[in-house]
């Protein structure tokens, strides 16, 4: 089999032909959509804002030593936000006395709420989104302010109180500080009323303190070898000589002066600091402030419906198109000319639309048939609508006629090929209507056409023209009836459905002769390969311009291979999309083994979503008629195998 290379043409046409999958799956796809989001939890979200700052007051140098480690404040305050103190104050602002009258529903609306607030810092800012969902559009709002609220209470109770704490510790260790100081301070006078100290010792101390300063500026620059060195050096150790030999009332007395400074220096800072810690606490300033409340949201963040059908319409789109070129993979038949010359290696004669009664039923026709084979008589098919079969009869001008023209045209009768048998690969394709209409048109070229009803199992022929079976084929094997009183011709046309008017109307009529089946035999494959069957066909050769046989498909049965090589050529004919591709390779397969000669393949029943390439000359869609005003078709008997289409 031939493998071909997809191109945008036949994408086009695939997903033409499997529209239905397309839309039915995007329809399925967005209803589901539709359905799962109407069936969601609307989330609502509310968003309110706040900007947190460094304290300008007095009280701001209290807490830096306590904040220095501190690596983003902003994120720390962002965690407090959304602690569980911030949520019991939400909820105490929401339902004030819940806590006292129900706590477990107290501690359970806390978890509802906890898990509903989400601080976010807003980069390279010192401002904080402070987000919440809730099911309710106001209810999100009202979580998110007071949120905020509680947020800037806390904060400023936790100001307060680091306060608080502040000046109590700098009370008490002012207090400590007092007390050292006043002990120092009472020593020393002591010692100065007694006169047993006269304080050289902290003259001495001093000079130390000095030289060792001078020394340690020096030694950077010089050696231990100058001469400045050696003399500081020198100092150095006379006088601590001399501070050794002083008596211990000395260094004592300079121990408590000595002491005596610190408490003071540390007295005054302690005042200072606790001016400010009482300053901080009477102050009451938050660090943090709301720049922004949060508005009742006018739409749900989820579903997005909108949204969601939208994605759920691309997403079918999507599916249905996969599943589109799924099905086309997994359908076997063929159903483009390309394919079918491709796989029998044989052109395709012509392309027959779907028109008539059976164009309404589309495909449920195989249905309808077997439904109609056991419906009763008044239900089947009334003789005007077998004649709609006709359609190179009842409108010549017709799309499909031009059709069986073009067929005929393709056929190429001349006298070394006037008998053509049509058939199909399986039943129900249509071999019987293509045989009428290509007699029909056929004729009215002028040329003597016999049409030969050799389907002795379901015959239609007699059917399609509104004759009497009996009478025909079979009887004339038989030797019952003559072959020239069983051709039915323009007499019994006129004597029967057609009538006189129409047969008036209808003068092709004249060269064209009808053998019906007749009655149905118990052994059909041997009535139609027996030497009276080919006689038989030798004597119609004879007599007629073309020979068209109506026989029975090719894969049930084998009355075709008995008669194809007695024939000029096959005509098969296949409904588009009917049977499998290896159906069809198998009747060429018989056709061949037989020795009879395929001409070519028709398409059948092509509806219009199965569209031929553009290099095709008839598109059936458009309805060409080619004729003139008034013409009629010609009376006039012509060479056989002549004609315009």
């Not at 002491?259 to 606790?274: I, P, S």
């Not at 001409?599 to 095709?616: A, C, S, Y």
């Amino acid at each position: 089999m031939a493998q071909y290379e997809l191109s945008l043409s036949d994408y086009w046409r695939i997903l033409r032909k499997r529209l239905y999958v397309v839309v039915g799956t995007l329809a399925v796809i967005v209803a589901t959509t539709a359905f799962y989001l109407q069936r969601q939890t609307p989330v609502y979200q509310a968003e309110a804002k706040i900007k947190l700052e460094q304290s300008q007051a007095i009280s701001a140098g209290l807490f830096g030593g306590f904040q220095s480690y501190q690596e983003n404040p902003i994120v720390t305050e962002s965690r407090v936000i959304e602690s569980r103190s911030i949520a019991e104050e939400v909820v105490r602002q929401q339902h004030p006395t819940l806590a006292k009258t129900d706590p477990a529903q107290f501690q359970s609306s806390v978890d509802h709420v906890q898990g509903r607030i989400r601080a976010e810092p807003i980069s390279e800012t010192n401002i904080v989104r402070i987000v919440t969902t809730a099911g309710k559009a106001h209810e999100a709002a009202e979580i998110a302010n007071l949120a905020a609220e509680a947020y800037i209470s806390f904060n400023l109770k936790e100001k307060n109180k680091q306060a608080r704490t502040v000046r109590e510790f700098v009370e008490s260790q002012l207090a400590q500080t007092e007390t050292r100081l006043n002990e120092s301070e009472e020593q020393l006078r002591r010692m100065r009323e007694t006169g047993t100290a006269t304080g050289i010792a902290n003259v001495l101390q001093s000079r130390i303190l000095d030289l060792q300063t001078q020394l340690a500026n020096l030694l950077p620059k010089l050696t231990e070898a100058h001469p400045d060195i050696i003399r500081l050096r020198e100092q150095l150790l006379k006088l601590e000589a001399q501070l050794r030999e002083l008596p211990a009332g000395e260094l004592e007395f300079s121990r408590l002066t000595r002491e005596v400074q610190a408490n003071e220096k540390a007295y005054g800072t302690l005042r200072g600091r606790l001016e400010e810690a009482r300053i901080a606490e009477a102050e009451k300033i938050a660090n943090a402030s709301i720049i922004e409340l949060a508005p009742v949201p006018g739409a749900p963040i989820h579903p997005r419906k909108r949204l969601g059908i939208a994605i759920g319409g691309l997403l079918g789109l999507l599916v249905g198109c996969i599943l589109a070129f799924v099905v086309e993979t997994l359908d076997t038949s063929i159903g483009t000319i390309e394919d079918v010359e491709a796989l029998l290696g044989v052109p395709v004669l012509a392309v027959i639309p779907n028109v008539g009664r059976e164009e309404r039923f589309g495909p449920y026709r195989s249905i309808r048939r077997r439904l109609m084979r056991w419906a009763p008589q008044r239900l089947k098919p009334t003789p005007h609508e077998n004649k709609m079969a006709l359609h190179s009869h009842t409108d010549p001008h017709s799309v499909a006629s031009e059709a069986y023209r073009i067929l005929r045209t393709n056929i190429k009768f001349s006298p070394e090929r006037k008998m053509v048998l049509v058939t199909s690969a399986g039943p129900g394709e249509g071999k019987s209507t293509v045989t009428s209409n290509l007699g029909i048109v056929t004729a009215q070229t002028g040329a003597r056409t016999a049409l030969i009803g050799a389907d002795l199992r379901r015959p239609e022929l007699d059917r399609i023209f509104g004759l009497q079976r009996e009478g025909g084929l079979t009887e004339v094997l038989s030797g019952e009836v003559p072959l020239e009183r069983a051709m039915r011709g323009l007499s019994d046309f006129i004597l029967g459905k057609f009538g006189y008017d129409e047969a008036v109307k209808s003068p092709y009529l004249a060269n064209l002769f009808l053998l019906t089946p007749g009655r149905l035999p118990d052994n059909p494959v041997e009535q139609v390969g027996s030497k009276v069957m080919q006689e038989l066909l030798s004597r119609l050769r004879s007599q007629y311009d073309v020979v068209l046989v109506d026989s029975p498909p090719l894969l049930p049965v084998a009355d075709s291979l008995m008669l194809a090589p007695s024939t000029d050529g096959v005509v098969l004919v296949y409904e588009v999309g009917r049977i499998s591709r290896a159906a069809l390779l198998r009747a060429k397969t018989q056709l061949e083994s037989v020795g009879a000669k395929l001409l070519g393949v028709v398409l059948n029943h092509v509806r219009p979503e199965v569209q031929t390439q553009p290099r095709d000359y008839y598109y059936y869609r458009q309805r060409y008629a080619y004729r003139r005003e008034g013409a009629e078709a010609p009376a006039a008997k012509q060479p056989a195998g002549t004609g315009s289409s």
